[in-house]
């Protein structure tokens, strides 16, 4: 009887640590920014950007959520730092070999790539997210996670973190650290 209180207790305990209650501006240290959100979706049964289709809907939908760090006085650094979040945010290679330039295209790419496929009985999506998980003058931590799901019969998810040196924009490497 004990275990199970303290396991829901702990298990309480690890849910309310782990909340990210930030708003679309946040603030992370003295780093201020702007999350941007982008939602597309296509296919023969679906509205190009309205709600996310219901389970019978046959769709592609992409949806991408990034921070844009505040650079009011055009330093270099953030500059590098906002360049290095879209070049992660839109990796993607089509089957016609393009690369995205903007989320739209991104986007496109991979509605198109959906639309390809002759009697297609599943949706296709993609989810993927930066988020700015601590911050100081010196240091700013992204983690990137991704979600997807295609013609394969299982979805795919990773995460990573990347460390970036504030003051210059570059990325930190395990030998940096060590």
């Given at each position: 009887?004990?275990?199970?209180?303290?396991?829901?207790?702990?298990?309480?305990?690890?849910?309310?640590?782990?909340?990210?209650?930030?708003?679309?501006?946040?603030?992370?240290?003295?780093?201020?920014?702007?999350?941007?959100?982008?939602?597309?979706?296509?296919?023969?049964?679906?509205?190009?950007?309205?709600?996310?289709?219901?389970?019978?809907?046959?769709?592609?939908?992409?949806?991408?959520?990034?921070?844009?760090?505040?650079?009011?006085?055009?330093?270099?650094?953030?500059?590098?730092?906002?360049?290095?979040?879209?070049?992660?945010?839109?990796?993607?290679?089509?089957?016609?070999?393009?690369?995205?330039?903007?989320?739209?295209?991104?986007?496109?790419?991979?509605?198109?790539?959906?639309?390809?496929?002759?009697?297609?009985?599943?949706?296709?999506?993609?989810?993927?997210?930066?988020?700015?998980?601590?911050?100081?003058?010196k240091l700013i931590t992204l983690r990137f996670s991704e979600f997807s799901h295609q013609?394969?019969?299982?979805?795919?998810?990773?995460?990573?973190?990347?460390?970036?040196?504030?003051?210059?924009?570059?990325?930190?490497?395990?030998?940096?650290?060590?």
């Amino acid at each position: 009887m004990t275990i199970k209180i303290m396991t829901g207790m702990m298990l309480a305990v690890s849910l309310l640590t782990a909340c990210d209650s930030r708003s679309s501006d946040a603030t992370s240290g003295d780093l201020a920014y702007q999350t941007i959100e982008f939602h597309k979706q296509g296919g023969k049964d679906c509205t190009p950007n309205g709600d996310t289709p219901s389970n019978d809907v046959i769709c592609a939908v992409v949806h991408l959520a990034y921070p844009q760090i505040n650079n009011p006085d055009g330093n270099p650094a953030t500059t590098k730092i906002n360049q290095f979040i879209q070049t992660e945010l839109l990796a993607f290679e089509s089957e016609d070999g393009k690369t995205p330039q903007t989320a739209e295209e991104l986007a496109n790419l991979f509605i198109n790539d959906y639309l390809k496929i002759p009697n297609i009985a599943n949706s296709w999506s993609l989810e993927r997210r930066l988020n700015v998980v601590f911050a100081t003058a010196k240091l700013i931590t992204l983690r990137f996670s991704e979600f997807s799901h295609q013609s394969d019969p299982q979805p795919a998810s990773g995460q990573t973190f990347y460390n970036i040196e504030r003051q210059t924009g570059r990325l930190l490497q395990l030998n940096d650290l060590l």
